[in-house]
T-cell receptor
């Protein structure tokens, strides 16, 4: 299996621009998680989906952030408008329903907002 | 609430030294406990797990025992290698899927 695929791997954008991060989970996995990692705040859970339905989005920082999962093989995390404080590494992870806590992480997208 | 506390790093050791990274968790519910490892430039990988009290998780020479009486899940390895240099995260299950600790960076010198 190819593992969790994220794109782009690096993104540099200017403040105010829209940013879209993409994730393809492992085929057959039922859960999909979006995390943000920074030096100051560590690893934060933003949102997670079960069978394409958002279960918990309480970690989404504010209305500028939105996430969708239109089908079992694709999810997006969008930031509009982006701000410098959004600079971080964003990880997508997926897991099976029988072992939801054994998560497989993608390589991450390093976002820099200038 | 659900939380995990790890020792601050970095932990710097010489090759073949004994490793301990401390982890404690809040005693709410009956969580499963995990150690994840993050190598430079990569995402996290599951290292080992324990689902109930007194369970010992082990993998790649690493071990951790679920201690309910001390609410601890310390990570140990008898002889570290340079290739073990990474950031190690302790995690527990809870209200919001997995709750991760802040991570402990391990640097192993030749």
């Amino acid at each position: 299996d190819a593992g969790v695929i994220q794109s782009p791997r690096h993104e540099v954008t200017e403040m105010g621009q829209e940013v879209t991060l993409r994730c393809k989970p492992i085929s057959g996995h039922d859960y999909l998680f979006w995390y943000r990692q920074t030096m100051m705040r560590g690893l934060e859970l933003l949102i997670y989906f079960n069978n394409n339905v958002p279960i918990d989005d309480s970690g989404m920082p504010e209305d500028r952030f939105s996430a969708k999962m239109p089908n079992a093989s694709f999810s997006t995390l969008k930031i509009q408008p982006s701000e410098p404080r959004d600079s971080a590494v964003y990880f997508c992870a997926s897991s099976l329903a029988v072992k939801p806590y054994e998560q497989y992480f993608g390589p991450g997208t390093r976002l820099t907002v200038t | 609430g659900d939380s995990v506390t790890q020792m601050e790093g970095p932990v710097t050791l010489s090759e073949e030294a004994f490793l301990t990274i401390n982890c404690t968790y809040t005693a709410t519910g009956y969580p499963s406990l995990f150690w994840y490892v993050q190598y430079p430039g990569e995402g996290l990988q599951l290292l080992l797990k324990a689902t109930k009290a007194d369970d010992k998780g082990s993998n790649k020479g690493f071990e951790a025992t679920y201690r309910k009486e001390t609410t601890s899940f310390h990570l140990e390895k008898g002889s570290v290698q340079v290739s073990d240099s990474a950031v190690y995260f302790c995690a527990r299950t809870g209200r919001r899927a997995l709750t991760f600790g802040s991570g402990t960076r391990l640097q192993v010198q030749p």
